[in-house]
Antibody
Framework: QVTLRESGPALVKPTQTLTLTCTFSGFSLSTSGMCVSWIRQPPGKALEWLARIDWDDDKYYSTSLKTRLSISKDTSKNQVVLTLSNMDPVDTATYYC??????????????WGQGILVTVSS | QSALTQPASVSGSPGQSITISCTGTSSDVRAYNYVSWYQQHPGKAPKLIIYDVSNRPSGISNRFSGSKSGSTASLTISGLQSEDEADYYCSLYTTKEVFGGGTKLTVL
């Protein structure tokens, strides 16, 4: 059974760095084709893809946020960590981690965490 | 990678069919079959309902179907039910992922 769970602070101050952890079970991020992405959703708005890390440690970032984002994994702990620097109130959102399942012919988000609401306020 | 365009809202009565479009540029949706659709109820995480344009994961009702023509992918929901009322997002994978702006489905 695949599960993902996001953890981190619910409240951060402007200019601080946000660190979120995705702890997952039911699969290994060292297995070919397995990837984990972070996606966020401001209140009442659409989903926005942020970053992805692949089983081979390849990393991909949103073009608009790449200077502020960093993603890493700890395969032994089944965790993926996302950092977003210089937080601003517009970064207030629910942050999700999701597994991207890829084969040679397909890629899709098949499992999602429940999400964590992060509010940016002084 | 540019965003995908969806209508902001659609509506239908129980038992009817509706279609939600997802339009990209000729260099993405047209060229790739990695289009997926997600259903999101208020306060819940998105749920995969269609992958690879037209495939349904196990457990998803056959009332949900997907297709693609040129640069536009479409999600059709037939036999509308009240529980179908939700937000729907398309997504495209190439090297990175991108989501559409979302469509709110109202069941009248």
């Amino acid at each position: 059974q695949v599960t993902l769970r996001e953890s981190g602070p619910a409240l951060v101050k402007p200019t601080q760095t946000l660190t979120l952890t995705c702890t997952f079970s039911g699969f290994s991020l060292s297995t070919s084709g397995m990837c984990v992405s972070w996606i966020r959703q401001p209140p009442g708005k659409a989903l926005e893809w942020l970053a992805r890390i692949d089983w081979d440690d390849d990393k991909y970032y949103s073009t608009s946020l790449k200077t502020r984002l960093s993603i890493s994994k700890d395969t032994s702990k089944n965790q993926v960590v996302l950092t977003l620097s210089n937080m601003d109130p517009v970064d207030t959102a629910t942050y999700y981690c999701a597994r991207l399942y890829c084969t040679s012919i397909t890629c899709y988000f098949d499992y999602w965490g429940q999400g964590i609401l992060v509010t940016v306020s002084s | 990678q540019s965003a995908l365009t969806q209508p902001a809202s659609v509506s239908g009565s129980p038992g009817q069919s509706i279609t939600i479009s997802c339009t990209g540029t000729s260099s993405d949706v047209r060229a790739y079959n990695y289009v997926s659709w997600y259903q999101q109820h208020p306060g819940k995480a998105p749920k995969l309902i269609i992958y690879d344009v037209s495939n349904r994961p196990s457990g998803i009702s056959n009332r949900f179907s997907g297709s693609k023509s040129g640069s536009t992918a479409s999600l059709t929901i037939s036999g509308l039910q009240s529980e179908d009322e939700a937000d729907y997002y398309c997504s495209l994978y190439t090297t990175k992922e991108v989501f559409g702006g979302g469509t709110k489905l109202t069941v009248l």
